[in-house]
């Protein structure tokens, strides 16, 4: 499988390197150069499989060649062995012919755990193929960044450097962080927000300088091709349980910077039937603006009860714009100089392309807790803020009601206390491999919103200088 930057200009990868690289050396991001396509046949076969197994099927066309195929099924087997539910990713029934999918049974209770997992098993075996030592730095809103290091903590090759807004991620989150004490760990609190750190990780991959050419830079943001390619598989393993692929289905996806929804996008493209994408936001809307309004433009980015959606810019909405705009990368670069820089507007057609699978909508705070609430008092289920934004935008958009609608549950209700409390519930107990998470030793570093500081604090921790 051969993969090729989105704006055009730069070199074409195979696996290995486009999981090493991240970031292409263009400022695009690497799609693969084909899809694998399966048939309703092949999909069928794969009903009852249990979810490593299914996870092979599909990620094994995009790794041939680069990784043996009986390392990959025993990586798959460890990533999902350490989930605490042994369906990986249930279903839970919300209402007639409506589900939430919980992503939020890893180790640390987001779907994040997903791809994260796996992406610290697949480099630190790169690496050590290799024999090369990595460094990583990530931005996080809230989950990337424990999913990461919970991910990244026993690996003998890679130092990781995390950046999340200082104040701006709720305690657990927090914690799920800063209380891994392993030497290659490293947390930095920024002061400013999420756009912020993920501003300094893209310029980190411009200009490496500051590690001497003596480490491998490496990106655990979704801007990594093969977190998309892990979360592909849960929309396939959701679809098999209720009837597909002889039934189409529909899903609704909260999201911010567009990695999770592409992967959905990707398993139709593939053969899953899906005949409907929901476009799940809250106050911070851009995707819900372009997606109904036509309308691509920046606007000051809001702090709300939903904090892993508190994003600005959507990177991974590029990917689709790719394919909306013909895979032609000069054209592309050009629009999305344009998009970082003014209001635009994309092409009428190509976005009514798009519009034949994807709907938007935005959530409040008030309306999101509201959600809590009535689904709580309907059914007993408690959602966390981001799904409920998946719910409403579910409720709010649907197109069938025959075609099961299934949200995507992106997060486990622990981790955002206050908006369940602001909906008048009791927050649950965090679950037992947790128990003891408040009281343990905490360990990061607040620094200032200043990228020569943050590369200084890194090239330090890394050669000891």
Not at 71 to 89: P, Q, R, S
Not at 208 to 213: P, R, T
Not at 382 to 411: C, F, N, Q, W, Y
Request: proline share 4%; with cysteine; aromatic share 8%.
């Amino acid at each position: 499988m051969k993969y090729i930057s989105t704006r055009g200009q730069a070199p074409t990868l195979e696996f290995e390197d486009v999981l090493l690289t991240g970031l292409a050396s263009d400022g695009g991001l690497y799609v693969p150069e084909t899809l694998p396509e399966f048939s309703k046949e092949q999909i069928r076969s794969w009903r009852g499989l249990p979810y490593h197994e299914l996870a092979f099927h599909i990620i094994q066309p995009f790794v041939a060649g680069a990784i043996a195929d009986d390392e990959l099924a025993t990586m798959l087997e460890e990533t999902y062995g350490v989930f605490a539910h042994k369906a990986i990713a249930p279903l839970a029934q919300i209402d007639h012919n409506e589900y939430v999918l919980e992503l939020f049974q890893g180790p640390t209770l987001a779907f994040k755990d997903f791809a994260l997992q796996l992406l610290g098993r697949l480099l630190d075996h790169m690496l050590q193929k290799r024999g090369e030592k990595a460094v990583i730095v990530g931005a996080t809103s809230g989950d990337t960044g424990s999913a990461a290091i919970e991910g990244c903590k026993r690996c003998d090759n890679i130092d990781i450097f995390i950046l999340h807004p200082y104040q701006k991620v709720s305690e657990v989150q927090r914690r799920q962080m800063t209380t891994i004490l392993a030497d290659n760990i490293h947390n930095i609190a920024l002061e400013g927000n999420f756009d912020d750190c993920q501003s300094m990780v893209k310029a980190s991959f411009g200009d490496q300088s500051f590690l001497k050419g003596e480490r491998r830079l490496v990106a655990v943001n979704s801007i990594n091709w093969a977190r998309i390619m892990a979360q592909i598989v849960y929309y396939f393993y959701a679809s098999l349980n209720l009837g597909g692929p002889d039934r189409a289905m529909a899903f609704s996806v909260p999201t911010g910077n567009f990695g999770d929804i592409f992967a959905g996008y990707l398993a139709r493209k593939m053969g899953l039937p899906i005949n409907q994408l929901i476009v799940a936001t809250n106050q911070n809307d851009i995707l819900h603006r372009v997606m109904s309004a036509n309308k691509y433009e920046k606007h000051p980015l809001a702090h709300t009860l939903s904090p892993s959606m508190d994003i600005v810019v959507s990177s991974n909405f590029e990917r689709l714009l790719f394919d909306l705009y013909d895979r032609d990368g000069v054209v592309l670069a050009d629009l999305m100089a344009r998009m970082n820089n003014e209001t635009v507007e994309l092409d009428s057609q190509r976005l009514a392309k798009a519009r034949e699978l994807f709907d938007s909508y935005a959530v409040d705070d008030d309306t999101t807790v509201d959600t809590i609430r009535t689904v709580f008092d309907e059914t007993g289920y408690l959602l966390d803020p981001h799904t409920a934004i998946g719910v409403k935008a579910a409720r709010a958009t649907r197109r069938s009601e025959t075609d099961p609608m299934i949200t995507l549950g992106t997060a486990h209700p622990v981790k955002f206390a206050d908006a369940v409390e602001k909906a008048g519930l009791e927050t649950p107990a965090l679950p037992h491999h947790l128990t003891d998470l408040l009281s343990r030793e905490e360990r990061y570093k607040v620094m200032p919103n200043d990228l020569s500081a943050i590369q200084s604090f890194i090239a330090q921790e890394v050669f000891g200088q």
